[in-house]
């Protein structure tokens, strides 16, 4: 039963229905982050690696000295693009807060892509912790993390326990060069811009809904609604591939990460999607555009545009 809003002010009178509504995926929010956090301080899986392994020789630098280090791939995956879409929604109502919070419907919209945005980002941060710790693959510049004990080389052996071979005081770093597989910094730049380019394509399209639908689709432009669109995307592929440049990760890693970002954001934006809970209306999924029955409208591009 829903939550009474009739005792409150009128800017805040659909925040109770807003909360209970959503009381659950509030509630999985701290759960979630609790078990990251836990899991992130268990160290990877012991295991043996092949010293003379060429894939795994390549010279290590400090995350600070990265094309991309982790505090600006933060800023462009999780700052940037959630910024973005406040701020468009702060356009779309003249920066004026109180008219979200006096509508449920506009106040159910922008609480549902900014907290579906947050919830992406902390699910694809959970699942990265899980698969690193299992998988626990060797990282490219691993050996020279690892600064081998050659005093316990044995003629003909090449494979030895990472706790009994390497040297290196630094545990962190050592640790750290076993948890190449997924790619983080992959895996969060397209959950986020991913999101973001959802987002773009769905404001284009209600811009495209409202006005004349006899627009070409090459027109300018659509043509440009297109690459604009498409524009969060250019910089996730560059922030991913940026990985095999530092000898970070290998291209099955950024390649394993790039993908459950993408998985992610898509579930997420559908789940949370504002179109998606009207019913009877038309329906913005991610990629296709869905009538209020269920069925895909074939007169609408294929684009989400």
């Known amino acids: 039963m829903s939550t009474s809003a009739a005792s409150f002010p009128s800017p805040v009178k659909y925040i109770p229905d807003l909360l209970y509504a959503f009381k659950t995926d509030y509630l999985i929010i701290p759960?979630?982050?609790?078990?990251?956090?836990?899991?992130?301080?268990?160290?990877?899986?012991?295991?043996?690696?092949?010293i003379y392994?060429?894939?795994?020789?390549?010279?290590?630098?400090?995350?600070?000295?990265?094309?991309?280090p982790t505090p600006l791939c933060f800023f462009y995956a999780v700052i940037l693009p959630l910024g973005i879409v406040?701020?468009?929604?702060?356009?779309?109502?003249?920066?004026?807060?109180f008219s979200i919070c006096k509508s449920k419907k506009a106040l159910f919209r922008v609480h549902g892509l900014i907290f579906g945005f947050v919830f992406?980002?902390?699910?694809?941060?959970?699942?990265?912790?899980?698969?690193?710790?299992?998988?626990?693959?060797?990282?490219?510049?691993?050996?020279?993390?690892?600064?081998?004990?050659?005093?316990?080389?044995?003629?003909?052996?090449?494979?030895?326990k990472v706790s009994e071979i390497c040297m290196n005081s630094n545990k962190a770093v050592l640790m750290e060069g076993l948890r190449s597989t997924p790619s983080g910094h992959s895996a969060i730049s397209f959950t986020g811009l991913n999101y973001l380019s959802l987002y773009l394509f769905?404001?284009?399209?209600?811009?495209?809904?409202?006005?004349?639908?006899?627009?070409?689709?090459?027109?300018?432009?659509?043509?440009?609604?297109?690459?604009?669109?498409?524009?969060?995307l250019y910089l996730a592929v560059y922030i991913a591939t940026s990985r095999l440049a530092d000898y970070k990760h290998t291209l099955f890693d950024i390649s394993f990460g790039s993908?459950?970002?993408?998985?992610i954001s898509i579930l997420v934006w559908r789940h949370y999607?504002?179109?998606?809970?009207?019913?009877?209306?038309?329906?913005?999924?991610?990629?296709v555009r869905v009538n209020g029955n269920g069925t895909i409208d074939e007169s609408q591009p294929i684009l989400p545009l």
């Open 86 to 97: 406040i701020l468009m929604e702060l356009i779309r109502v003249k920066f004026n807060v």
């Open 259 to 263: 993908t459950i970002g993408v998985i």
């Open 273 to 287: 999607d504002k179109r998606s809970i009207v019913e009877g209306e038309d329906q913005q999924h991610g990629f």
């Open 202 to 232: 769905s404001n284009f399209q209600s811009s495209s809904s409202s006005s004349s639908s006899s627009s070409s689709f090459s027109s300018p432009l659509t043509m440009f609604k297109i690459l604009v669109g498409y524009s969060p």
């Open 120 to 160: 992406a980002t902390l699910i694809d941060l959970m699942i990265l912790v899980f698969l690193k710790m299992w998988i626990s693959q060797p990282r490219p510049d691993f050996i020279s993390r690892c600064e081998v004990n050659s005093n316990l080389i044995k003629t003909g052996v090449q494979v030895y």
């Open 31 to 50: 759960i979630v982050l609790l078990t990251s956090f836990y899991v992130e301080k268990l160290p990877p899986a012991q295991k043996y690696v092949n």
């Open 53 to 68: 392994d060429s894939r795994i020789q390549y010279p290590y630098h400090e995350d600070k000295f990265d094309t991309v």
